[in-house]
């Protein structure tokens, strides 16, 4: 059983590009969740997708986007990036569940640098 | 106020002990609670959640949860050197329709042999 999977694993960028961070989730899950974690600090969500269409967003600006497609993969892109911007990007997947417990479980993470 | 409350260490406690973590948060609301483990330069991995007032075991790991408190913690009992490492604790806050996560800063854990 295949757990959560994120490319590339590690990025290196300049001020101004752009990125794109790929996700596919645990087999079964539908929900993947996007966090971003800077060093010494716990993970800050970014946003949620369900059903391609972004459920819940975190306190990050409009340079953050991203998309889900109908095998439940995500992506997570970063516009004009910052210096800022540089931290690991972790991808998480979970399933609805009725009763919201919503475990989720966290890919290897994406270790962007910002120069 | 932080949403999710931890100290940040680091605890250091001797081999055979019970390490003690503990977790505020600020939602009443919250109705899901989660500990993660996560080794430096690894992502985080969930060890155990805990739904309902009480407390749940799950092997070496306890987890006990006061709502009414708004308080989190994380027993480990036999602590070994292989349990070093940053304890995140997470809360599922509900909102339309979907939730959101939020975690703590990280407790660092040193278990010395």
């Known amino acids: 059983d295949a757990g959560v999977t994120q490319s590339p694993t590690h990025l290196i960028k300049t001020r101004g590009q752009q990125v794109t961070l790929r996700c596919s989730p645990k087999?079964?899950?539908?929900?993947v969740s996007w966090y971003q974690q800077a060093l010494g600090q716990g993970p800050q969500f970014i946003f949620q997708y369900y059903e391609e269409e972004e459920r819940q967003r975190g306190n990050f600006p409009d340079r953050f986007s991203g998309h889900q497609f109908p095998n439940y993969s995500s992506e997570l892109n970063v516009n004009a990036l910052l210096l800022g911007d540089s931290a690991l990007y972790l991808c998480a997947s979970s399933l609805v569940l009725a009763g919201g417990g919503n475990e989720q479980f966290f890919g290897p993470g994406t270790r962007l640098t910002v120069l | 106020q932080k949403e999710v409350e931890q100290n940040s260490g680091p605890l250091s406690v001797p081999e055979g002990a019970i390490a003690s973590l503990n977790c505020t948060y600020s939602d009443r609301g919250s109705q899901s609670f989660f500990w993660y483990r996560q080794y430096s330069g690894k992502s985080p991995e969930l060890i155990m959640s805990i739904y309902s007032n009480g407390d749940k075991e799950d092997g070496r790991f306890t987890a006990q949860l006061n709502k009414a408190s708004q308080y989190v913690s994380l027993l480990i009992r036999d602590s070994q050197p292989s349990d070093s490492a940053t304890y995140l604790c997470a809360v599922n806050m509900m909102a339309g329709g979907g939730f959101k996560t939020i975690f703590g800063a990280g407790t660092r854990l040193f278990v010395k042999a």
């Open positions: 087999s079964g899950h539908d929900t």
